[in-house]
Structure formats: structure tokens, C-alpha cells
């Protein structure tokens, strides 16, 4: 309702096009907001289009990537995970990385897919990576219902933390979508990151922690080391949601750095975006 | 309403440099002047309330590039656009569509682009599945339509936006000439219901029966804002990239050592060569040639071909009943056919310009000389009412427009 007003008022005054206007507004993303739905929608209905089993291989997916971490960080290396059956260990950990992980894949390419659209119409283009992050919520739920049948089957007690977990999502959306802006800004400019963006999500499954406790890593490292690793956003929250649900040990002392690193991607991803957004339509 | 100030548009050329990060870094090191031109070099216009305007103009005179400054989608780089009102930008039909979608989902999906709300898709549903005629196939994926059917549902949700200021690039030129109908009297009423309407079009039949003004680009300048009939003969002069005059030198003329032509020229009343030429008026069409063998007998003719490429009609000096197929001494001959005013309709004419000879009578005719597509006559009608068309400004069916006489009877 609110936009519908904002709406109105802009018919009485008029719009001005200039170099100087910006051509991103917040309100606007208001007044798009069904476009937004409407292209997570698109992107979820065709995602498994002419598939045998269709939605099933949302499940497949976080089941097969769970047995493999659980074969080689549960089985070979056999890290301490205090307790907690490896495998659920596991699942805790890949819910909020899955969701990154699909978030930062996407998102990189999404404008330049969108270009026949980002040529011919106007509207807040920072919808086209924000509509990725929305889908990923179906993944982020898919996940979710997979780690709560394994926390049945093997007997797992919900975290007296449990409360926290909305903040650690939170962080690990905003983590999802900073770097979705920030990627597909970059890789308007420069496509290179078409190529670096596969490897990011694949290196990032290792380095985060999500197969294997955070201190198994670091103490390993150098204390600069461990601090590099730590700016990994999603190293810090990956360990907020599994203490949040687990009641594993709590995030490592240096897990703050993670903390600030999310807040910091996400506003410069909102600055670089603006930046580039009124020229996103000649780059392209 | 719009407000068009001293708007400028500039693009750099060639690759841009730092769309690599090895090209940033070197352009860093060195910086380099790129080249650019000016797409739009300031334009000024403005389209009032209900208005209905075409805007003109050849490939690349920054007709895009303006729709794109006012729908949004690219900055200028100078000057301003005031938009008063909820704009809707129509510049490709079927953005967004989905192949693997249904009719139906694509209904939503694109209204939504185009900014409906889902309340007001809903609302219109049954009119836009209704006039895009593909109702039984509705639940079927796009990507087993015809291509025809596509654009038409596409046209269809496009047709159904309801906003104060409509921007519209081309896109009626789609689909069969039913349809392309149908959209032409949708757009009439869009622009009658007192909605403000920005029409690009190469289709000046389009551009005559639904625009109240024009404006012409050319060079991304705005050459011409004003009367409909006037901007397109102002379109069609600019437009007119062939010569309505061709003059060779002895050395280069075609022909071979019997005849060459020297110039074939159109020419106005007093003998002046022109480009344009009120359709009410007669042209002169002068050939100069230059016979190089004494007592060469050659026929000078002409074909005259629409835009179509059809074949209005044809004329030679057999046409002539003394000079008609006489023997011509060496050197240089002058002669000039008279089209008369209101024969010619409006539009781009071409002329296929021949000289030719016929030995014995029997004989069929050898071309010396046979230029097809050689000049060029542009025609238009200022609809003052003294032409054929009268004060109908709409479309004008024929190939020829003669003003022929009525008697009445009883």
C-alpha cells in the first residue's frame, strides 16, 4: 500500500531523466516487488522443467554433497565433532553455505542472462540478482527439512541457542546477497569472473567450515593465517547456525572478523552497484 | 507529458578497454582518448498531454537511443527528459518470455515486466487472451507456438497496458496484416483515450494515420518537429540515400562505342534538378547521351518500380511520333520525358534507365546501356486538398494516384 502512494505522488510530479538522476531508487524496488516474485518464480519453474523426477533433485543434491563431506572429513580424516553424529554435523553446516553457495553461482552471470530484458525495459536491475537470492530460499528449505530428518533419525537434540539461529540466517543472507550484487556488478565489466566464480564455490566448500569444526583448521594455521581465513564470510556464520542448532562449540574467537566481513560486503556491494547501475544497459 | 531539454547522448567506440581487467590496468597507466560519437546531439522537443507523436528517422539517427533515454533504460549524457505520468516503455514485444513456459504464465510474466500489477493482469486477462486469438493453446509451453502465435500473445499483453504515457519503438511490425490491423487500431485507441503516445516507426502509413505530429532525427539531430505530412517528406529527403540526378564523365559512362549516357536527371517545371517533388506537379526526366557512331539509331526509356519493386509503368521516345526511332548524328542529344502531376503516389520510386537499339524492326531490342535502381524520384502529397487523396490523410491504396474526372450524371 505504502508504494501505491509513493506511486501517485509520482504522477503529479514529474520524473526527471538526467546524467545526474539516479537511476536506483528504493522505492522502486517497492514498486517492482511483483517483477521480483515474478522472476524467482520464472527461475523456479523452469529449474527442473522437463526433468523425470522434477523437484526430487532439490533433495538429491544436499544428500549426495553431505555423504561425500561425510565419507572424507567423517570417515578418512575422521575430525572430532564433539559428539554429534558426522553426518548431522555436516548437515548443519552445508545449510547456510548451500544457500551461499547457490546465491554467489547465479547471481555472477545474471544480468548479462538478463540483457534482452536489461536492453528493452526499465526497472531496478538490482532485482535481477536479489530474484536469485530469493529462489535460494527453496534450497535453504530443502536443506533445512533434510538436516531435521537426520537430526530425527539419529536421535540429535535441538541447541538451547536455538533463538539465535534467525540472527545467523540473517547474516548469512546478507552475506548471500552481497556477494550476489557485488558478482554480478563485476562481472558486467568484466566477464573474467565467469570463469572465477565456479572456483570460488568449489574452493569455498573446503575452506569453509562446514564438514569440520572451524578450530580443526586454524589451529593448523599461522594466527594471520587463521585471521585470513576468518574473513571468509560465511566462515563465522557457518559455525553461528550449527551452535545455534547443535550446540556444538561455540564460533572461535577470531569467528568477529566473519562477523564484520558480512556487514562490509553487503553495504559495498549496495555502493558498487549504484555505481555502475545507469550503465549497465550500454555495458552489457 | 514530456519534456525534452538539449538531451545529448554520447558513446565511446571500439572495444571498450576495460572490460578485462588487464585493459583497466592498462588504461590506467596510459590514459587514452577513445573515440566517440554523438547517438543524440541535443535534442529538443516537447509532447504534450493526449498527444499522438511519430518519431522519424533513418537506421542510426538516434531514434533508439532516444526511447531508451526516456524509457529509462540508459542515461544521456547531457540535458533532460521530464516525465509527467506512470510511463510504459513498449520497445520489443515478448520481453522475457519464457520457451519453456506456458501462454498463460507468460501472460503474467511479461505483464509484470512491462510493470502491471498482477491485479490488473488478472483483470485483463480474459481481453488480452482474447485478442491475441490463441486461447485454445493458453496452457501449452511458448516454445511450440509458431511464431506467429508468439507475437501475437506477446502484442496481446503489451496492448493491454493502461499507463498516461506510452512509449512505443516498432513493434508493429509484426505478425500478418490482420493483426498488424488489429495493433494499428489498438494504438489509434490508446491515442484517442487521451494517453500521451511516442511512436517510432519506419512505417509511414503507420506513422499518418495514427500520429497528430512528427518529429525527424537525423544525425541524432532533431531536423524537423511538426505537420505529419511535412516530417515525412522531410524523412524522405534525408532518406533518400540514392541521387535523383546522375551526370557521368565521358571517360566512365556506361554504354560502349556505339552510345554512352552522359546524365539522366529529374527535374521540376523550370527545369531544376530535384530531390522532392509535390505529387500535384509534373517532373522532367532528362536523358543526355552521346552517340559515337554516326547514324546510330537508340532509344532512350525508362521503367519506373515502386518500392515493391512492381512496375509502375514504362516510356521511350517511341512515345515520340517524329523522333521515334531515328537515325541520330555522333555527338551530344538531349531529350525529356514530361510525367505528368497526379500520376505518381506518394513514396520512393526508382527509375531503370536504358538505351537501346532495334536493327531491324523484327529484331528484339539490344541494350546498349541498362541501369536498374539508377536515380531515384521522391513523391510526396502536402494534403492540401488539391491532390488526388483530397484532405484523406489516411492510408491511400494504388500503385499510380491519377486525379481523374467525375461527371455527374443526373
Known sequence: ?284 | MIEVENLSKRYKLGSHKSDTLRGLLSSWRFSQEKESFLALDNVSFSVSQGETVGVIGRNGAGKSTLMKIISKITKPTSGQVKIYGRVSSLLEVGTGFHPELTGRENIFLNGSILGMTRAEIKNRFDEIVDFSGISEFLDTPVKHYSSGMYVRLAFAVAAHLEPEVLIVDEVLAVGDVDFQRKCFDKMQDVGKSGRTVLLVSHNMEAIERICERTIVLDHGKNVFTGDVAQGISVYSGVNSGNQSSRRWNTNDAPGNDKVRLVEISCRDSNGVSQNQFDCRYPIRIRFEFEVKAEGFQVHPAFHVMNERGICEFISGDFHHPEWGGRKLKTGTHKMECIIPGNLLSEGKHSLMVMLSSKPVSSAPYINHVNIDNCIVLNVFDLVEGDSARGLHKGPYPGVLRPKLKWNVLS
Open chain 1, 1 to 284: 500500500m505504502l508504494s501505491d502512494r509513493i506511486f501517485v505522488h509520482v504522477i503529479h510530479k514529474p520524473e526527471i531523466i538526467s546524467n545526474r538522476s539516479s537511476l536506483f531508487t528504493f522505492s522502486d524496488i517497492g514498486r517492482y516487488r511483483e517483477l521480483l516474485w515474478m522472476l524467482a518464480w520464472r527461475d523456479f519453474r523452469i529449474r527442473y522443467a522437463q526433468t523425470a523426477i522434477g523437484l526430487v533433485w532439490a533433495f538429491i543434491q544436499p544428500v549426495l554433497t553431505i555423504t561425500i563431506l561425510y565419507v572424507i572429513f567423517g570417515r578418512f580424516a575422521q575430525v572430532d565433532t564433539g559428539g554429534v553424529p558426522h553426518i548431522v554435523y555436516t548437515a548443519s553446516g552445508l545449510l547456510g553455505w548451500t544457500y551461499f553457495a547457490y546465491v554467489m553461482q547465479n547471481s555472477g552471470n545474471s544480468i548479462i542472462t538478463a540483457q534482452a530484458m536489461v536492453k528493452k525495459i526499465y526497472f531496478p536491475r538490482i532485482i535481477v540478482p536479489l530474484s536469485k537470492a530469493l529462489v535460494g530460499l527453496i534450497d535453504l528449505g530443502v536443506n533445512a527439512i533434510v538436516l531435521a530428518l537426520l537430526m530425527v533419525v539419529f536421535d540429535v537434540p535441538i541447541s538451547v541457542n536455538f533463538y539465535v539461529l534467525p540472527v545467523f540466517i540473517l547474516m548469512a543472507l546478507m552475506a548471500a546477497l552481497g556477494i550476489g550484487i557485488w558478482l554480478s556488478a563485476l562481472t558486467i565489466r568484466f566477464r573474467d569472473f565467469q570463469y572465477v566464480v565456479p572456483f570460488m564455490v568449489q574452493l569455498g566448500l573446503y575452506i569453509t567450515p562446514t564438514a569440520y569444526p572451524a578450530e580443526f583448521a586454524i589451529s593448523k594455521l599461522p594466527q594471520w593465517a587463521s585471521f585470513i581465513y576468518f574473513m571468509n564470510p560465511m566462515a563465522g556464520v557457518v559455525e553461528g547456525i550449527r551452535w545455534s542448532i547443535l550446540d556444538t562449540q561455540a564460533p572461535s574467537g577470531l569467528s568477529y572478523v566473519s562477523f564484520i566481513a558480512v556487514p562490509v560486503l553487503f553495504i559495498t556491494s549496495l555502493f558498487y552497484f549504484q555505481k555502475i547501475d545507469g550503465k549497465i544497459a550500454d555495458l552489457v
